[in-house]
């Protein structure tokens, strides 16, 4: 008999998606387990084991969570429409010369409409995961807001799930710290949770070698893009590079030039194949472009410019900003600017606690817009 209703908890194998399921198991909720093939990495020529969420180690991890609780657990095999979408656009955004940001995509695309749909045919009222953020309802919106712990804050990275899809969410972390989660799991007894090591690389590129990804999924690319040169801010060729997909606005390390004082990618010009090197300093940008939005809690921006925190990374503390809806776009200003503003990379703007929304980096600039 139901309690609380019937849940579709996303398992990965870890401990935060392991103990969600064990909290919402214990506060009366009929769970249901579920957890997603999406890459198949042995395929894909990389040096290192598979790891993380897409391995058998974790699938069975999952499965032996739901067995010692008594509660059932499918596998679902989203690996087309993962590739599809994900994989794709990861090799389109570099080719562009642009930086994507898989993880936010695959949230935003996959494991919310894909999850969705399973928790529909399950007949489960709800769908919750592990990450540490809160969804609430308010003013007829559900809004995103910070983690409790600061360290392990992931609202960044569902600035893009839709409404509909918040509006069937769980996030049962959010008020939790790390340490809170993993004495919470020692104290039943999953030692085994405990002890396991997080994985942090992108979960179809183990080895954390998106070089040597992008070489094998396109065979030729290296051929094409090698040679171009690399320039400074103002022009001058100090060198040649292998390419411009092989590099990242912000970059240091792997820069193939000596100068006598360090350099960073601070541009990428995929049309002339031009890697724009500069100092610290140069990094910087006092605004940038962002599109493709998605807003999850209402401000008024009609024709007004509204004060923000904005980040532009996952790690990134976020930085004060004033920002201007203009059509579909969101432009942003930095008062004191901030570095390594990077397009293909999501911004997210939050008022306090909240979520406002956010969209993709379209581009950076210099000078403040009039």
């Not at 100068?259 to 990618?265: A, N, S, T």
Request: aromatic share 10%; glycine share 12%.
């Amino acid at each position: 008999m139901r309690t609380k209703g019937r849940v579709l908890v996303a398992m990965s194998g870890g401990i935060d998606s392991s103990v969600a399921a064990v909290m919402l198991h214990e506060q009366g909720y009929e769970v249901v387990g579920i957890t997603m093939k999406t890459w198949s990495y042995a395929g894909s020529g990389g040096k290192k084991k598979e790891t993380g969420c897409c391995s058998l180690d974790a699938i069975n991890d999952a499965r032996n969570i739901a067995v010692e609780l008594g509660f059932p657990h499918i596998v679902v095999d989203i690996r087309a429409a993962f590739g599809g979408h994900v994989i794709d656009h990861f090799k389109a955004e570099y080719l562009a010369g642009r930086t994507p940001n898989p993880c936010v995509l695959c949230n935003t695309h996959i494991k919310w409409d894909a999850l969705l749909e399973r928790a529909h045919k399950l007949d489960c009222d709800y769908l919750a995961t592990g990450h540490y953020a809160k969804v609430r309802a308010e003013g007829g919106r559900y809004i995103i807001s910070k983690g409790l712990d600061p360290k392990k804050d992931q609202s960044y990275a569902l600035w893009g799930v839709s409404q509909a899809s918040l509006s069937k969410t769980l996030l049962p972390l959010g008020g939790f710290t790390k340490s809170f989660i993993r004495a919470f799991a020692a104290e039943r007894g999953f030692t085994d949770l405990v002890n396991k090591s997080e994985s942090y690389e992108i979960c179809f590129i183990p080895d954390n070698d998106y070089r040597g990804f992008l070489k094998r999924q396109l065979p030729g690319l290296e051929e094409a893009v090698k040679g171009g040169e690399l320039v400074l801010e103002d022009g001058t060729v100090v060198g040649h590079h292998e390419g411009y997909p092989f590099y990242t606005v912000g970059q240091r390390k792997g820069v193939p030039i000596a100068l006598g004082y360090p350099v960073y990618v601070t541009a990428i010009e995929k049309e002339t194949n031009r890697v724009v090197l500069g100092t610290f300093d140069q990094l910087r940008r006092e605004g940038m472009v962002v599109h493709q939005l998605n807003l999850s809690k209402y401000v008024d921006l009609q024709g007004k410019k509204i004060d923000t925190v904005t980040k532009v990374r996952y790690n990134d503390p976020g930085t004060p900003a004033v920002i201007e809806q203009v059509g579909d776009q969101m432009h942003v200003f930095f008062g004191t600017g901030v570095h390594a503003i990077t397009p293909g990379q999501a911004a997210v703007f939050y008022e306090g606690e909240d979520v406002i929304g956010g969209g993709w980096i379209a581009s950076a600039f210099q000078k403040k817009s009039k």
